[in-house]
């Protein structure tokens, strides 16, 4: 299986972990101030073949398929970046549902959603394309900015 280095072009913030949350942090994730998120797990998943039972998903390291250490979210700013790569994505759709604060963009080629727990920064993400998929988890903490 290839190794998908614009898959952080496209989601640059990912996880589903456990992340530090004080009692009094409701709504520490809810955009409102950036914050940053680490991948940590990966599926990978590659339809070899035109016929989707030859479709494979393996457990991946995030640093396999090339996702940098630190994915920073600015919902305000609309953007998904990592630095120092200088690998960003546009942030295209915000909503927030029962707890949860959902992003999502596009870019080349692939489709990407992010979803994080306003209240503790568990994250996973999806990003997809014709003919693979990667589900993501991770955890996020607020950056300098945001506390």
């Known amino acids: 299986m290839r190794s998908v280095r614009s898959i952080a072009l496209i989601l640059a913030a990912v996880g589903s ?22 991948p940590i797990v ?10 989707a039972a030859d479709a494979e998903c393996k457990r991946r390291a995030a640093a396999s398929v090339n996702l940098p250490q630190f994915l920073n979210v600015d919902v305000k ?21 029962n707890g949860n604060l959902i992003v999502q963009g596009g870019q080349d080629g ?6 994080v727990s306003e ?3 568990k994250m996973s993400a999806t990003v997809s394309s014709g003919s693979e ?15």
């Open 17 to 38: 972990s456990a992340a530090p949350a004080s009692a009094g942090a409701a709504a520490r994730y809810d955009g409102s101030v950036p914050f940053t998120c680490v």
């Open 119 to 121: 209240e503790t920064g």
């Open 77 to 97: 700013a609309l953007k998904v970046y990592a630095e120092p790569e200088g690998r960003q994505s546009p942030v295209r759709n915000v909503e927030h549902l």
């Open 110 to 115: 692939r489709g990407w959603t992010m979803t």
């Open 42 to 51: 990966v599926f990978e998943c590659v339809e070899d073949h035109a016929d």
């Open 133 to 147: 998929g990667f589900v993501v988890f991770g955890a996020c903490t607020m950056t300098q900015a945001g506390r």
